[in-house]
């Protein structure tokens, strides 16, 4: 691989050294956008197993990878990525690990907003949208500042199960999922679209059928890849690691790239909760200033799933339940 030009003066901190934040340390290593990769793991032992090995896939990038000796090395972050946690079993839904991961954030979060007040937290641990906002909760920072990977993922999954139906290139296909990273996730099929035509228009140019029954299933491929993933493999990490890169990147080259991420706000008259929606990135954070025209069913789909988002935050807060 040949050498790349030298990164910017960014360091990022992985807290959760397992399967998701190792393969985005990797991805992040290659994407040259960190000058500064450090791991942060309970488990010390693998975490200094994992740099060691990626320190050999340093020497064909340019950023130094290097184990935390604790919370203390998050001082400085430009971002501190949030992978820790359980993940889940085969037919668990990502709201059954709430409590585990709800009481590891506790510990988590205030920790790394005392030694890192200023940087951004992107969190992936699940369910991600509850710990987003628990994030934004235990750590104090402006809700722009602390991000859910969120929908991002699922929407990179429908443009590749649109592009692979339409036979078109993924890129060109600008369709997104919006609400929970989850169950209840909206596929917003009013403003999809292929080469600036709405998937009905696109079809008639194209005198092809718009097909309901395709759609329908294209959506639930969508909702049910991560349960197809860890019924074969047991968990999902290169996608989530390419998603986690592609909302570092417009932090750190701040260029409002707009990104369908989580953060806290108020959704159809609910709230504050943190689901996702298209957001502006750029290095003050997530901003919420992108209109979306949703029809009446979308709408009723993002209140339904902002209400059982905050009912599995209600229920972490309060262990007894
Ligand atoms: N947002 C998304 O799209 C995705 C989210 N995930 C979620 O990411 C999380 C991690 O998944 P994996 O990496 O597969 O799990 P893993 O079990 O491979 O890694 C978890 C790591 O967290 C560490 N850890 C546990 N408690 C810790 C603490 N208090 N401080 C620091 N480190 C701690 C463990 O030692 C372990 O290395 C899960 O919650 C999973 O559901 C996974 C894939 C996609
Ligand atoms: C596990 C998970 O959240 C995902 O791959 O979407």
């Keep these: 691989m040949p050498l790349q030009s030298e990164p910017p003066n960014v360091k990022i901190v992985i807290v959760g050294a397992g399967s998701v934040g190792v ?3 990797y991805a992040l290593l290659l994407s040259n956008l960190a ?3 450090v791991l942060l793991d309970i488990d010390t032992t693998r975490a200094e197993g994992e740099v060691i090995d990626l320190s050999h896939a340093a020497h064909f990038a340019h950023a130094k990878v290097r184990v935390a000796r604790g919370y203390e ?4 972050a430009t971002i501190v990525i949030i992978t820790a946690g359980v993940n889940q079993k085969p037919g668990q839904t990502r709201l059954d690990l709430v409590k585990t991961n709800y009481r590891l954030f506790e510990s988590v979060v205030p920790q790394v907003a005392r030694h890192a007040p200023d ?5 992936a641990t ?3 949208d509850v710990l987003t906002q628990a994030a ?3 750590s104090g920072f402006p809700t722009e500042r602390v991000i859910g990977s969120g929908t991002a993922m699922d929407t990179t999954r429908f443009r590749h199960e649109l592009g692979r139906h339409y036979r078109v290139n993924p890129r060109n296909v600008h369709a997104v999922i919006i609400g929970e990273h989850g169950d209840s996730q909206i596929p917003v099929w009013s403003l999809a679209s292929i080469a600036g035509m709405r998937l009905r228009d696109y079809c008639r140019q194209a005198g092809v059928e718009y097909d ?3 759609m329908d299933a294209v959506a639930q491929r969508t909702r049910g890849a991560a349960y197809e993933i860890i019924k ?3 968990k999902t990490n290169y996608g989530v690691a390419s998603v986690l890169v592609g909302i570092v990147e417009p932090i750190v080259k701040n260029n409002d790239a707009i990104v369908t991420v989580s953060r806290v706000g108020i959704y159809e008259g609910v709230g504050p909760v943190a689901l996702s929606m298209p957001c502006k990135l750029n290095n003050s954070g997530a901003h919420m200033d992108v209109p979306l025209m949703l029809d009446d069913v979308e709408r009723e789909g993002l209140r339904k799933s902002a209400e059982s988002i905050l009912e599995a935050l209600n229920s972490a807060r309060n262990p007894e339940s």
């Design 23 to 25: 393969t985005t340390a």
């Design 136 to 138: 934004q909760d235990l």
């Design 73 to 76: 090395d998050c001082a400085g």
């Design 119 to 123: 940087t951004i937290l992107l969190v």
């Design 232 to 234: 074969r493999k047991g």
């Design 35 to 37: 000058s500064e990769i």
């Design 126 to 128: 699940n369910p991600v």
């Design 212 to 214: 309901e029954a395709a």
